[in-house]
């Protein structure tokens, strides 16, 4: 009998055993940001722990919020992750590691978060050039001289580069070539990145500060792809930050932020749909999530959500009292998102503060969520795609 009990205990033990190979592990999950530190970090997402932290350039720090120092947001491709620099560098850094693999130089500082298609990457710069750089090699492919400055982030769309320009133009470059294929003429200096979807590149345009006499300070365009030729445009009314404010589409409908309005417009002829007055500027692209819209405000409420379908506002957080510049990221039912010194997890569904990172100097660039190796969540350019 103590036999048979011992060989029923063996028997249990070895098949409850599993080697660590076979316990399924929890998905990997980081979200990635930049700072005005001159840093490009990693945190776990779920729980804001740092897992690396890498020093890119630092030239322009002199400590606290410089005017002057920016690094665009981080953008993944294959293990790699491409981060833009005021110092004029395109930076290529291990996502496992935070180890830099390469540096392409452009003449001036590069404002543009860059874009990755097909293994090239696309980033604008101060210098007035669209950059095209082989994503494992860090040499230039081609580029491409507009009449201004480049702060557009561009899009890569069947074959084809969108970016802005302050030069007040629209261009649509072939991808592998980097020869132009139309232009359009806005009117006003393009800071914003432009959203492609159902055939129609959709982009904002910005005036001057002197164009608070007119009552208007810019307009959304709907503009064919192929052909370059306007559909439509709406205008913004009033002045604000929501020059870098870029639109988004959702289910048929255009979102887009101007002065102290959040607005939705039916994507396919311009009319407004409803209008919700918040009270204060934007300079934070929105991101919509099963039918909430999330965006950061300028005047220390930093981040509001809204109901899509009736235009009413669901939560709002205080988190600092400074301007959130950066748009929020939405994945894992967290909303993500930077400010003065400190990034944030919020709750998705209540505006509950999840976890806070100290990083020392600003953050304003727009997060990146990373799952098992692949982009996760929802942004400001593709808006719930990635869910």
Known sequence: MRVLLSFLL??????????????????????????????LYALDALTGTQRWKCLLDSVYNVGGYIPNLNISSPIFEKGILYVGHSNGSLYAVDAKTGTKKWEYKAEASIHS??????????????????????????????????????????????????????????????????????EFDTGSAIYSSPTVENGQVYISSTLDVDAILTGITGKVFSINAASGV????????????????????????????????????????????????????????????????????????????????????????FTNP?????????????????????????????????????AGSYVCSNALVVKNGEVYGAYSTDSGTRN
């Open 10 to 39: 063996l028997g249990y033990l070895l098949t409850g055993c599993k080697k660590q190979s076979d316990i399924e592990k929890e998905p990997d999950t980081i979200v990635y940001f930049t700072s005005r530190g001159g840093s």
């Open 113 to 182: 978060s860059p874009t990755v298609a097909n293994g090239i990457v696309y980033v604008g710069s101060n210098d007035k050039n669209l950059y095209a750089i082989d994503g494992i090699t860090g040499k230039k492919r081609w580029a491409y001289t507009t009449g201004d400055w480049v702060y557009s982030s561009p899009a890569v769309v069947n074959g084809v580069v969108y970016v802005g320009s302050l030069d007040n133009r629209l261009y649509a470059l072939d991808a592998l070539s980097g020869v132009k294929k139309w």
């Open 230 to 317: 306007k559909r439509w445009e709406y205008v913004r009314e009033r002045y604000a930050k929501s020059r870098l404010v870029s639109p988004i589409i959702y289910n048929g409908v255009l979102y887009t932020a101007g002065d102290i309005m959040v607005q939705a417009v039916d994507a396919t002829n311009g009319t407004k749909k409803w209008e919700l007055d918040l009270r204060n500027d934007f300079s934070s692209s929105p991101v919509i999530v099963d039918s909430t819209l999330y965006i950061g405000r300028n005047d220390g409420q930093s981040m509001v959500a809204i109901n899509i379908n009736t235009g009413t506002r669901r939560w709002r957080t």
């Open 322 to 358: 400074y301007d959130t510049v950066c748009s929020p990221v939405v994945a894992n039912g967290l909303v993500y998102f930077g400010g003065p010194e400190d990034f944030y997890a919020l709750d998705a569904v209540r505006g509950h503060l999840k976890w806070q990172f100290k």
